[in-house]
């Protein structure tokens, strides 16, 4: 089952933060995050495992609260060059073999 | 650098056509996939295939078939291709294997090949 985003659009100033979401109705193995900017291929940004910790990339960090099955991407101070599609995608099961992306949010930031 | 390429970037095909869409990788990837992403709907597996010759159905895999022959390849098949299949295909690949290790959890993506059907 598609895990939800939220919101599924934002438009930002340079230099403002934001938050993306991602929720599950099942019990999370790990969470992923995809960012794909326009005509171009998704890419890895990073993982949240099961019993991990909060990872951090640059000015983007992501947090997973395996209780609640969410998992939150923080994009702080954000660039011009974050503007694209970001993508959540889940592990369920024992071992994370079932994975399936989320529908996408629209970031958009402006100068 | 991992390399998955896509055969075209864009295609434009009749209606009951077939199509193949090709995708090869350069990491010895045991696992690849095959994505159809449309707007509102992010990416949808339609097949993987975890080794050569072995595949699995995704969550949409209606109208489409799949090939494995060669480990570095993996070939999506449209038998009567229908405007309804008009889409982005988005090809990826991964190392094998449950592991949590950070490297064997990152699919690589093609460029993706945009498909009209007319």
Known sequence: QQPVQSPQAVILREGEDAVINCSSSKALYSVHWYRQKHGEAPVFLMILLKGGEQKGHEKISASFNEKKQQSSLYLTASQLSYSGTYFCGTETGNYGQNFVFGPGTRLSVLP | DVKVTQ????LVKRTGEKVFLECVQDMDHENMFWYRQDPGLGLRLIYFSYDVKMKEKGDIPE??????????RFSLILESASTNQTSMYLCASKLGGFNRQVAKNIQYF?????????
């Open chain 2, 7 to 10: 055969s075209s970037r864009y």
């Open chain 2, 63 to 72: 109208g489409y078939s799949v090939s494995r022959e060669k480990k570095e």
């Open chain 2, 110 to 118: 093609g460029a993706g090949t945009r498909l009209s059907v007319l």
